[in-house]
């Protein structure tokens, strides 16, 4: 009976062990669909216009009084004229993610920590103003992703480049122009 007992354990126990290992497998799966998926979103067409967008006409559009009352109106903004919002809504879809753990900090950080700096900063304004109707709700997901950006860049300031690897010597043909 003793030994009858132990084998039964011995067996529940490796598979336990294996379906630990099983489980370890399938979540960094899904972690590399989610971080593919993500990535295939970001390289978008709209995205990346609502990017561009965002740096090369945004602050002129926000010195427009219409431009800048059509944001702070509740109810609903024109995307098509506000290319902005993809990029916030975009963000926002992203904290959310992370602040509920279904991507990986770490990845996700590495990837698009300091994108996420540069364009918390640049659309701040444009939540400023959402925020005057709408409330501090507003886009808090995107506003929780720049915090842990930021905190993300202040222990990593140099990326995650492997310690122990050489780094290559590059040359910049253009340093004299």
Same mark, same amino acid.
């Given at each position: 009976n003793t030994i009858a007992t132990m084998g039964t354990f011995v067996v529940i126990?490796?598979?336990?062990?294996?379906?630990?290992?099983?489980l370890r497998h399938m979540s960094a799966g899904?972690?590399?669909?989610?971080?593919?998926?993500l990535e295939r979103d970001f390289r978008s067409e709209p995205i990346? &216009?609502?990017?561009?967008?965002?740096?090369?006409? /945004?602050?002129? #559009? @926000?010195k427009e009084t219409q431009y800048r009352s059509e944001l702070e109106t509740r109810g609903f903004v024109d995307s098509?004229?506000?290319?902005?919002?993809?990029?916030? &809504?975009w963000f926002n879809?992203?904290?959310g993610l /992370?602040?509920? #753990? @279904?991507?990986?900090?770490?990845?996700?950080?590495?990837?698009f920590g300091r994108l996420i700096v540069y364009y918390w900063s640049a659309l701040t304004p444009v939540v400023a103003l959402?925020?005057?109707?709408?409330?501090?709700v507003?886009?808090?997901?995107?506003?929780y992703l720049a915090i842990r950006a930021k905190d993300w860049l202040a222990h990593n300031p140099e990326g995650t480049f492997p310690p122990r690897t050489a780094r290559e010597s590059i040359t910049d043909p253009f340093i004299e122009a």
């Open positions: 126990a490796a598979s336990a062990v294996a379906a630990l290992i099983q899904n972690q590399l669909d989610a971080i593919l998926s990346q &216009n609502a990017l561009r967008f965002v740096q090369t006409d /945004l602050p002129a #559009r @926000l098509r004229v506000h290319l902005e919002l993809d990029a916030c &809504n879809t992203m904290g /992370l602040k509920n #753990r @279904l991507v990986s900090e770490k990845i996700f950080m590495d990837l959402m925020r005057r109707e709408r409330g501090n507003q886009y808090h997901d995107f506003e």
